[in-house]
């Protein structure tokens, strides 16, 4: 009897172990699979890694010493790599292509897609093919030229930290320090947003609004936001600028919470125009 429940265990290990391995073996290719992926969106849109761009550290009191040759600006380098992009050459592959979001210094640089659900790009690239870390994706609901009172982006909390897994770092006010503003380029025009509230907050919160009846409905909202906010970034919207809503899963168990960073269009924005010419509540399930 003991042989036979040796047996039986060694078997119900083996199965169990064969299944964790197959599961660490689909993951590594499905990260994998979405990291090529995005790399040949990135060469499509003539855009560099970003990632290899350092950004310079928050200001010191000490004044640095004098240098014979100032470096380049890098927001100019993100400005200037914005404004040749490629949107023709993504949109030849998927007519679905919005646009491009880049947060400089994180990890977040994507296509955004507009599809006509909130449900397709769930699992599906930029290129349509099927990925579970899915693409960064505007509201369907919402207007594909950013007009909106409140645009909403999604993307999956992905554990490699690819996708929107950047927007949890947020909630250190140091890096926001290094990360305050998020670029949106079209191919036409480059929009600059800056952020103004993080939090974690449930699927049923006001955050998701996108109809609004008019001013008061709108002050209400910004109120609603910046008081979820996990700390004052020194950054307050009124009722004339556009919001941007980006919203990812937190990876708690009963998935009844987003983590969202949200910022406003800058008065300046947009402060580059690009070369080609384009055309211009109720709660999620969504990552």
Same mark, same amino acid.
């Given at each position: ?13 083996g ?16 990260? %994998?699979q ?5 790399? !040949? #969106?990135?060469? &499509?849109?003539? /855009?560099p890694?970003?990632?290899?761009? @350092? *950004? ?10 004098? %240098? ?6 890098? !927001? #100019?380098?993100? &400005?200037?790599? /914005? ?5 023709? @050459? *993504?949109?030849?592959?998927?007519a ?15 296509p955004?897609m ?7 790009y ?36 992905m554990?490699?930290?690819s ?18 503003l ?9 929009r ?20 609004f ?34 919203s ?7 998935n ?10 800058a008065p300046?924005?947009p ?17």
């Amino acid at each position: 009897m003991n042989k036979r429940l040796r047996a039986a265990l060694f078997a119900l290990f083996g199965v169990v172990f064969l299944y964790s391995a197959g599961q660490l073996i689909y993951s590594f290719w499905g990260y %994998r699979q979405g990291s090529n992926t995005y790399e !040949q #969106a990135e060469n &499509l849109a003539n /855009l560099p890694d970003f990632t290899q761009i @350092a *950004l310079p550290e928050p200001s010191q009191p000490e004044e640095p010493a004098p %240098r014979a040759e100032e470096p380049q600006d890098p !927001q #100019a380098v993100y &400005l200037e790599a /914005l404004n040749a992009i490629n949107m023709e @050459a *993504l949109r030849e592959k998927n007519a679905e292509t919005l646009g491009w979001i880049l947060i400089p210094g994180s990890t977040i640089s994507y296509p955004v897609m507009h599809g006509q659900d909130n449900d397709y790009y769930l699992k599906r690239a930029w290129n349509k093919t099927y990925s579970f870390v899915g693409s960064i994706f505007l509201d369907y609901r919402n207007s594909g030229d950013w007009s909106d009172f409140n645009s909403i982006v999604y993307g999956h909390n992905m554990r490699d930290g690819s996708m929107f897994s950047s927007l949890k770092s947020y909630e250190d006010p140091a890096f926001l320090q290094r990360c305050p503003l998020i670029y949106i380029a079209d191919g036409q025009t480059i929009r600059r947003y800056q952020i103004f509230a993080v939090y974690e907050v449930s699927v049923e919160g006001l955050t998701y609004s996108r109809d609004f009846g008019g001013q008061g409905e709108k002050q209400a909202f910004l109120e609603y936001c910046l008081a979820q906010s996990a700390y004052d970034t020194g950054v307050v919207p009124t009722v004339e600028d556009r919001i941007l809503t980006l919203s990812t899963c937190t990876g708690r168990s009963n998935n009844s919470t987003r983590w969202v960073v949200q910022a406003a269009l800058a008065p300046d924005s947009p402060p580059e125009e690009a070369g080609s010419d384009q055309p211009e509540g109720e709660a999620p399930d969504q990552p």
